[in-house]
């Protein structure tokens, strides 16, 4: 991985961490299995992330996708091509 794939992790960690405040956080960069794909020509990553959070209690999938993708919204379509979201409420774990 490159030093500003790393970055970039980190990065996204931290606002997760900041906006969210999750029980448990899992952030993995699947870039290397979308290689040629025209959104990783032009620098964006493909990610997955497990979010456990109480502020997803009580609230609809959508919500939740929503708070996640506000997390990181200014890296969206530049740094972050996609990102596979999985949002859980402690409740569901």
């Known amino acids: 991985m490159n030093p500003n794939q790393d970055t970039r992790l980190e990065r996204m960690r ?16 699947d870039s290397a299995a979308h290689a040629g794909h025209a959104g990783a020509a032009s620098g964006g990553g493909h990610y997955n992330v497990r979010i ?4 997803f209690e009580g609230l609809k999938l959508v919500t939740r996708h ?3 993708y506000d997390s990181v919204h200014d890296m969206m379509h530049k740094e972050i091509h996609a990102l596979a979201i999985t949002a859980l409420a402690p409740s569901e774990v």
């Open 66 to 68: 929503r708070l996640v």
């Open 52 to 55: 456990v959070s109480l502020q």
């Open 14 to 29: 931290a606002r997760f961490i900041d906006k969210l405040n999750p029980v448990e956080l899992v952030l993995d960069d």
